[in-house]
Structure formats: C-alpha cells, structure tokens
C-alpha cells in the first residue's frame, strides 16, 4: 500500500469503525485516548497518524493494528516490498511495514518490522489475549516486557520469540546495524 492509499483507506476505515460502534467521536476519544480533535482531523484526512496513535486507536476500539490500514477483501494479493508504505517511529529510525492484515475471518496479522541501529520503539498492551511471534531474519532484536518489573530478551538471528503483548512491551535494536524481524499477531478475539 502506497503513501497515498494510506491515506485514503485509514480515514474511511477510522469512520466505518466508528459507524459500526454507533460512536461519537467523543466516545471514540474517550475510548482511544486520543483527542477528539486529532480523530476528527485523521477521518477528514487532514492528519497522519504515527503508529503509537494507531495502536491507541486500535486497542481503543478492540480492532486489529491493521483493520485501520486494510482495502477491501481480495480474492488473491501479491505484496511487493517495493508497494508498501512503512509506517515510522523514532523519527523514521523505526519502520513498520503492514504485510497481512488482521479482518473479521483472519484473527492474526503480519507486520515487517526494521530497526536502525539505536533504534527503540515502545509499545502499550494489546488487548487481552493478544499474543505476538517475532522471528528476527538479520541482525538482533532486544524485547523488553513488562511495567514496573520488567524483563530483557535478546533474539538472534534465525530465533523466534513467542510473548503475550498484553502487557508493556518495547522493541530496541541489539545489533551494529540493521535489524529486521517479522512478527505475526494473534489476536484472541475474532470479532477484529
């Protein structure tokens, strides 16, 4: 999905959302934490949300990450690297790419993720249930879970970590250089 698509397809999946819940978009920020001002803005297009926004949204609304990124079904897709716009954090040091997402008859979504050397990204927890695999194809990822007692990980190259991401969790890179890693979340409600 293209920078353009992008930005049609998250407003109007922001407001078919919202129209399904029969939400205002009072109600929508009051379940999202994000402002009422700012979701009304991304609807318009007028804004473009980073993904720590996107996730607030997501949880807010019990959906997937993806649900607020995908165009409608497709019998058969070809995803091409080359198509996809990354989503960034840690200004741009962090880039999030959405490969398969999550709808009403798939429970489970597949993001690319790459991380510059240095490179952090936090992450609040998920909804209940949710679990995340992360296998790291170059480099070194450090996982970080938990709040107030918290617990490092550090994946390698080739090796799958499997963790509940209901809880707080943090992605740093671990390695002089590029890391990329994909992860599958699954999500255990199947309403996404």
């Not at 029969?22 to 803005?41: I, P």
């Not at 959906?63 to 840690?90: G, N, R, Y």
């Not at 998920?126 to 194809?137: I, K, L, N, Q, S």
Request: proline share 4%; with cysteine; net charge negative.
């Amino acid at each position: 999905m293209n920078a353009s698509d992008m930005n049609r397809v998250i407003p109007e999946n922001l407001k078919n959302l919202r129209a399904e819940r029969k939400l205002s978009l009072g109600e929508a920020a009051e379940l999202t934490g994000v402002s009422k001002s700012m979701l009304g803005q991304i609807e318009r297009g007028e804004s473009s949300p980073t993904i720590a926004t996107l996730w607030k949204i997501a949880t807010g609304l019990g959906v997937s990450f993806t649900a607020l990124l995908e165009s409608p079904d497709q019998e058969i897709e070809i995803v091409k690297e080359t198509d996809m716009t990354p989503l960034l954090s840690d200004y741009g040091h962090f880039r999030l790419f959405p490969v398969v997402p999550a709808h009403k008859d798939r429970s489970f979504e597949i993001l690319d993720l790459e991380l510059d050397e240095d490179a952090i990204s936090d992450s609040k927890p998920h909804a209940p249930g949710t679990e995340e695999f992360t296998f790291v194809y170059e480099g070194a990822l450090e996982i970080v879970l938990g709040g107030e007692e918290k617990k490092s990980y550090v994946v390698e190259k080739d090796c799958l970590m499997h963790y509940r991401a209901d809880q707080h969790h943090t992605y740093k890179n671990a390695f002089a250089g590029t890391t990329k890693a994909l992860m599958v979340i699954h999500y255990s409600q199947r309403d996404l």
